[in-house]
């Protein structure tokens, strides 16, 4: 039996999908058989992000109406076998399913892959009780923003009463300089508030637009700051303890690749 | 008349009479007894010279007039001084100090803790958040969120905080924004309360002032 995993964060736009496609993708590339499930019924981003939209055949709610088989619905990715993609309707809304409906069919996917991911709409209404309805762990998504943190704490709050167990946090678009020099919410203020477990800091990482634009998760290029914290996200959910990426360090490395070229030139 | 059950209690001390009320019966079946007694089953040792006489109610739930009522039927007998009544009603009062009750988690954005009376709260209130009260409200934690005591209008309640940060404070029906200075204040435990009807901030040593009615105490 696999684990469910819904990411999450109350807030739109703080990086749930991208999160979602890269920890899958991450898990993927260690060896897990992975399916992510996008239950952003009517706004569904995953697939394009995943660059799977064009073989899309049925979706999230034509399993649950029973149109098709599950295994019917479920899309390949085109880097791992072992890595599929059940999409979410484009053309329907969250009302179409209910939570018992989509609570089924994680728990019929959890028998076959070792991970489910999960990605959750924006909100707290229909769309979030459907996505939470069949997840074991969750992952909160925020950016060093007071609106994304108020909003995950109520989300963090909802998923408490909830059977989930404790859920865990990704800081998502960190900019080491602008934190360093006060402009940014501290990683250490955002604990502080909300009381979780930090799971991961992902730095804000141009790499990431370009990738999800082509449709290739960020996590691939090895070269990106984004896909290394990602990668050892995925480390941690396996339960391995990791040290978070020292954020300065990095920026060190970065001033001191200036100053050879200072030197240099 | 007969009495047979004992809900009143007469006892002779040294230097006078203790009336011992039974606090589980009916009100009614204690007054009838009362006088009953004093009419007529006791009436030797109630006639004569003065009596100091010590009243004690037990930890009966009573009113002001069911109290004066006990009183008025005792001061009937010309020869009944009283010297002292023992209520529960003031008891706790005097020796405990107000009844407090304790939680503690913590409240986030968009929950709401209400609570009858006064709180003790351990942990944190978060911006979004709410505690009401209708009595104190003391946290020990970072109130970041909003809290309101004296909900029901009681402007003598008080707001205290380990840490106070909030969005918004209110008592009874006065509602205080924190000043936008307030951010990078040195960090030691606050209270607001009321002054003339304006919230006030203070240091929460300084809460004995505002609030006689806690217990102060005094080294030696």
Redesign the interface.
């Known amino acids: 039996m696999g684990e469910a995993i819904v990411v999450t964060s109350g807030k739109g736009g703080v990086g749930k999908t991208t999160t979602s496609a890269n920890i899958g993708t991450a898990l993927a590339l260690l060896g897990k058989k992975v399916c992510l499930v996008d239950t952003d019924i009517g706004l569904r981003n995953l697939d394009v992000v995943m660059g799977l939209e064009n073989r899309i055949i049925y979706d999230l709610v034509d399993v649950a109406e029973g149109r098709c088989r599950l295994n019917q619905a479920l899309v390949k990715d085109k880097r791992f076998d072992e890595l599929y993609m059940l999409p979410a309707a484009q053309t329907k809304d969250k009302n179409s399913v209910t939570p018992e409906q989509v609570r089924d069919i994680v728990l019929e996917l959890k028998k076959e892959y070792e991970y489910v991911i999960i990605d959750c709409p924006a909100g707290i209404e229909q769309g979030f009780k459907n996505a939470i309805a069949g997840a074991d762990r969750a992952i909160v998504v925020t950016t060093p923003e007071h609106a994304a943190v108020r909003d995950a704490d109520r989300v963090i709050g909802l998923l408490e009463g909830s059977q989930v167990e404790a859920p865990k946090l990704i800081v998502n678009r960190i900019r080491p300089n602008m934190v360093k020099s006060g402009d940014m919410l501290d990683i250490e203020d955002i604990i502080q508030v909300l009381n979780i477990d930090l799971i991961g800091i992902v730095p804000d990482d141009e790499h990431v637009i370009k990738a999800a634009n082509s449709g290739e998760p960020t996590v691939m290029n090895p070269d990106s700051s984004a896909a290394i914290a990602y990668r050892n996200i995925a480390r941690r959910i396996l339960g391995d303890s990791v040290p978070l990426m020292p954020l300065t360090q990095k920026k060190g490395a970065f001033t001191k690749f200036k100053k050879f070229f200072g030197m240099g030139g | 008349m007969t009495v047979k059950s004992n809900h009143v209690t007469i006892k002779g001390i040294k230097d006078g009479l203790i009336f011992l009320f039974d606090d589980q019966c009916e009100f009614s079946e204690l007054l009838n007894e009362l006088k009953y007694k004093l009419e007529h089953s006791h009436q030797s040792i109630l006639t004569g010279p003065i009596v100091h006489v010590d009243v004690k109610m037990g930890m009966r739930n009573m009113t002001e007039e069911q109290k004066t009522l006990i009183l008025d039927t005792l001061k009937q007998k010309g020869n009944l001084l009283i010297r002292s009544v023992d209520t529960p009603g003031s008891m706790p009062d005097e020796s405990a100090g107000p009844v407090i009750k304790t939680l503690c988690g913590?409240v986030?954005?968009?929950?709401v803790l209400k609570h009858e009376g006064n709180l003790l709260f351990l942990g944190?209130v978060?911006?979004?958040?709410q505690i009401i009260c209708t009595g104190d409200v003391i946290i020990m934690g970072?109130l970041?969120g909003t809290a309101h005591a004296g909900a029901d209008g009681n402007e003598k309640a008080v707001i205290a905080a380990s840490y106070l940060a909030p969005t918004q404070l209110r008592i009874a029906e006065v509602i205080s924004r924190p000043p936008d200075e307030w951010e990078n204040r040195e960090t030691s435990m606050e209270f607001a309360f009321l002054q003339n009807g304006t919230m006030q901030i203070d240091k929460i040593n300084n809460v004995g002032k505002v609030r006689p009615d806690f217990n102060v105490f005094k080294g030696v």
């Open positions: 913590m986030r954005s968009g929950q944190d978060n911006p979004g958040g970072a970041r």
